[in-house]
């Protein structure tokens, strides 16, 4: 195994052991608040790694990818509007499962509507174009006077999925965690099979992956729509974690910090996303108690990254290794 790949495997490990073991000794410890934390970074780097199927395994550099956040969360919101309101009883629910599989849902039929359109573009085109669809719910929550518009909608209940309690924090956390493991486990063999290595194929040379007599788009189209589901269901689950969504989650600068996350960590290693959502966290906890205008000194960091650090962090740690 090369030098590059075990250093790798290494940080990975510390962060998932970190992961695993300090935000419930803290807990424990009387540290509610760090619980918090840490639960929202691994929402965010589940739906990072939805993200990483895109853009580091097909090379499609989606700027929308809020949408499915907020369609997930909104997939849970409503129900329970419903049914603490009243109305529309087929909808109505806390059903953990029911509101669940309707993100999943909702989330895969507009990336498979929304992808069949943009996967015909390319390049600064196909960014455009996802931001445009993901703009699009954005207005069309905001239009929304029933589930509250701009103002959001509070979340009274999470969702039930007995016997564990969502709302209690450790119960909460040891979902979210648990998928986390699970996404970057099928995004890990997904890479690797070779359904990910047509994706990796056409995105360094399309014009021999069609002379092979293989079409890459459809390949392409299933790729968007499992990004889009895992996203989808990162949305559930921040909606649960903050009992509280409004079309802001949708907005594009939403999508902005996903693609920072990614380009931080690494964006050519499956742990990118995760290394860059914990250096996001991190950063927006340090810099925003420094000042209001911390977006600043972060964007700066960010510059700096992309012009010496090729590869992120991961980049950065793997050529220190070889060298």
């Known amino acids: ?9 290494f940080v ?5 052991v970190v992961l695993a073991v300090v935000p419930v000794a803290l807990f424990y410890a009387g540290e509610i608040f760090w619980i918090d934390i840490f639960t929202r970074l691994v929402i965010l780097a589940i739906a990072g790694t939805s993200l990483y199927l ?9 700027f929308g990818h809020a949408a499915y956040l907020g369609l997930g969360a909104y997939a849970v919101g409503i129900p329970v509007h419903y049914a603490t309101m009243g109305g529309a009883e087929w909808l109505a629910s806390y059903n953990g499962w029911w509101q669940f599989s309707l993100a999943i849902l909702v989330s895969a039929l507009f990336a498979l509507v929304t992808g069949a359109i943009s996967l015909r573009t390319r390049g600064v085109h196909f960014i455009m174009i996802t931001m445009a669809f993901s703009q699009m719910i954005y207005y069309a929550l905001i239009s929304l006077e029933e589930y509250g518009a ?33 996404v970057l486990y099928v995004v890990h063999r997904l890479q690797h099979s070779r359904f990910g ?5 056409a995105k360094q040379n399309e014009t021999r992956v069609l002379a092979s007599g293989v079409n890459p788009f459809k390949y392409r189209l299933l790729a968007y729509v499992m990004a889009g589901v895992i996203a989808g269901y990162a949305g559930a689950l921040m909606a649960n974690f903050s009992l509280f969504i409004s079309p802001d989650m949708v907005e594009w600068s939403r999508s902005g910090e996903l693609m920072f996350m990614i380009i931080l960590g690494g964006s050519q290693h499956i742990l990118g996303p995760l290394v860059g959502s ?16 911390w977006h600043l000194p972060f964007g700066i960091i960010l510059l700096l990254v992309v012009l ?9 740690l793997r050529r220190d290794k070889q060298s």
């Not at 914990?278 to 205008?293: A, D, K, N, P």
Request: charged share 10%.
């Open 197 to 201: 290595r047509v994706l990796q194929a």
């Open 278 to 293: 914990s250096l996001f966290i991190l950063l927006e906890f340090v810099l925003s108690r420094w000042s209001i205008y």
């Open 54 to 62: 895109l853009l580091g395994v097909a090379g499609l550099p989606s």
């Open 1 to 9: 195994m090369e030098a590059s790949s075990k250093t790798s495997i």
């Open 150 to 182: 701009d103002d959001g909608l509070s979340v009274y209940s999470p969702s039930e999925f007995p016997p564990l309690l969502l709302d209690n924090p450790i119960h909460l956390y040891g979902i979210c965690f648990g998928s986390l493991l699970l």
């Open 12 to 16: 990975g490990a510390i962060f998932l």
């Open 308 to 316: 010496f650090g090729r590869g992120g962090i991961i980049g950065m």
